[in-house]
C-alpha cells in the first residue's frame, strides 16, 4: 500500500515482452492444470538452496579429501554463489527467448548435472560443477518469482509463500542431512550428490508444464510502460543502486554462514552432527522472518524500522558467534535465522516497492540479484582467507559486522518512500 492507493506491480517471468495471441492461448491451457503448476513450483523452490546448503557441513571433509586450503576450500562454496551473479545477468534474456518454462526445466537438468560433476575425483571437477550449479540455481532464482506473479496475479503473496517456505525447507532439510546421509552413503561425495535425485525429480514435474506450454517462447510485442513513457535506466538510479547494495549485503552475510557456519561451531569443539542440526535450524527459523517482514514492509510507507529490525539482529547473531560460540549456539541460530530470513524477504520487497512500474521492476530485480549476488561472491572468500591468515574467526566477524553497519547506512536510503 502506497499514499493510500493499492499499487500492483507485476514482473513477469518473460519482462520486456507482451505475449502473442498464442502465447497467451498456451498460458491457459497452463492454468487450467493449477495441481501441475504447484507441484512444479514446490518440488523447483526445494533446489534453489539445497545444493549449497549441502555443502556447508560436508566443507571439512572435502578439504582433507583433495589437501585444500582454508582459502580454496572457501572456493567450493564462493563459486557457486560468484556464478549466482553472472547466471543473472542471462537469465532475463532465456526467459524471453525460449520461455520461462522451458528455461526452468533446463535449469533443472543442469543443476542435476552441475551437483554429479561436484562428486567426480577432481578438483577441477569440484569448481566446475560449481560452476553449473550456481549457473542453474540463478536461472530459477531469477525466473521463479516473475513465474509465480504473471500466472497467479491474485495469489501472489500467498503463491510467493509456498514458494519461499519450499526453499527454505530445502536448505534445511539438506543441511540437517548432510553428515547423516554420508555416513550412510559411504562419503561426503555420496551425500552431495544425492541432491541430484532431487533435481531429477523436479525436471520430471516441469516436463509436462514444458509441453502444455510448447510454443509459448515469448515472442511478442515489447511491453511498454503504461504511461507510454520510456523505461528508466535503473544503472543510472541512485536510489536503485541503494537498494542493489541491500541486497548485495545481505546476501554476502548470509552465504558467509552458510560456508562457515558449521565450522565454526565444530572448530570451537563442537561434533559435526551437532552443528549440522544447529545449522538446519538456522535455515528453518529464516521461515518466520521471510514470512513476516514483507507483509509488515507493505503495510509501511517507510521500511526504516523494519532495516533497523534486520541488521541488528543480524549484528547480534555474528557478536554472539564470536563472544560464545558453543554456550549460545542454539540462540545465536534463531537470532540469525530471523534477522536473515527478514533481510533477504525485505530486500526482495523494496524491489517491487521502490518500482513505479513493472518494466522497472524487471529491470531493477535483474540489476539488484546480478550486482548483488557478485558482491556475496566474496564474502565466503574473504572469511575463509581471512580465517587461515589468523587462525581465528574473530576478524572475519568483525568485518561481517562492518557490513551490517554498511548495510544499515545503505539500508536507510533505500527505504524511503520513493520510487525509481
Sequence with gaps: MRTGE????????????????????????????????????????????????????????????????????????????????????????????????????????????????????????????????????????????????????????????????????????????????????GGWAGSLGFWSLLAAVASLAWLPQVLIAHGRSGHGSPAVRADGARPVSVWRSALAWQVTLFMGLQSLWSYVLIAWMPTIFTDHGMSRSTAGVIFAFNNLIQVAGAFAVPLLAGRMRSQRPLIVLVTTLVAAGYAGLMVAPVEGAWLWSAVLGVGQGGAVGLALTLIVLRSGDAVTAARLSGMAQTVGYLLAAAGPLAAGALHQATGSWTVPICVVLGVCAAALAVGLLAARNRTV
Design 6 to 185: 493499492e499499487v500492483r506491480v507485476l514482473v513477469d517471468a518473460e519482462a520486456g515482452v507482451r505475449p502473442s495471441a498464442e502465447a497467451a492461448a498456451a498460458r491457459r491451457a497452463l492454468l487450467a492444470h493449477p495441481a501441475v503448476l504447484l507441484v512444479g513450483i514446490v518440488l523447483a523452490s526445494l533446489n534453489m538452496r539445497a545444493a549449497l546448503a549441502s555443502v556447508a557441513p560436508l566443507v571439512g571433509e572435502i578439504s582433507d579429501a583433495f589437501g585444500l586450503s582454508a582459502t580454496a576450500s572457501s572456493l567450493v562454496t564462493s563459486v557457486p554463489v560468484l556464478f549466482l551473479g553472472v547466471g543473472a545477468l542471462v537469465a532475463p534474456w532465456l526467459g524471453r527467448r525460449f520461455g520461462a518454462e522451458r528455461v526452468l526445466f533446463a535449469a533443472l537438468l543442469l543443476l542435476g548435472v552441475g551437483i554429479l560433476a561436484r562428486v567426480l575425483p577432481s578438483v577441477y571437477a569440484l569448481y566446475g560443477g560449481g560452476i553449473l550449479v550456481g549457473t542453474a540455481i540463478a536461472l530459477l532464482n531469477v525466473l521463479m518469482p516473475g513465474l509465480i506473479k504473471r500466472d497467479f496475479p491474485d495469489r501472489a503473496a500467498s503463491m510467493t509463500s509456498v514458494y519461499t517456505g519450499a526453499m527454505i525447507a530445502g536448505a534445511t532439510v539438506a543441511a540437517a542431512a548432510a553428515v547423516p546421509l554420508e555416513k550412510a552413503l
